[in-house]
């Protein structure tokens, strides 16, 4: 019995680690899907410098958790949806408004995507 505290230990701590892991996912995900949805209700109302500063800030929002991102996520889904949201920002100054909302949909299943992938789940673990 004592041979098996460390192996149950280790992997108590590594569902730990990843029940954490996919919490902090969804927290920055759900702000983000908020964030995105600010900058989409300034477009369709048309009011270009507020969509743009939300998406700015959108950004600003995900440059900060790249560090931890890239450690649990695989880093091609992080460069997907990087480049979504650049492509986001450039339609937004350039006044793309449909090709903007369609961009800013498939930036919010993306990051619905990076959620679900990291949720404890059988799917996820077989």
Excluded at 89 to 104: N, V
């Amino acid at each position: 019995m004592r041979s098996l505290r460390i192996p149950i230990f280790i992997l108590l701590l590594t569902m730990i680690l990843c029940l954490y892991a996919g919490s902090s996912v969804k927290r920055c995900t759900d702000g983000w899907k908020q964030q995105l949805q600010t900058a989409a209700d300034f477009a369709g109302r048309e009011d270009w410098p507020q969509a743009q500063q939300a998406l700015t800030g959108l950004y600003e929002s995900w440059q900060v958790q790249q560090e931890w991102l890239h450690m649990v996520i695989a880093h091609q889904e992080l460069d997907e949806t990087e480049a979504l949201l650049q492509r986001c920002i450039a339609l937004c100054r350039q006044r793309e408004g449909s090709d903007l909302q369609a961009d800013m949909a498939e930036l919010c299943t993306q990051f619905t995507l990076l959620d679900e992938m990291q949720r404890l789940t059988l799917r996820n673990i077989l």
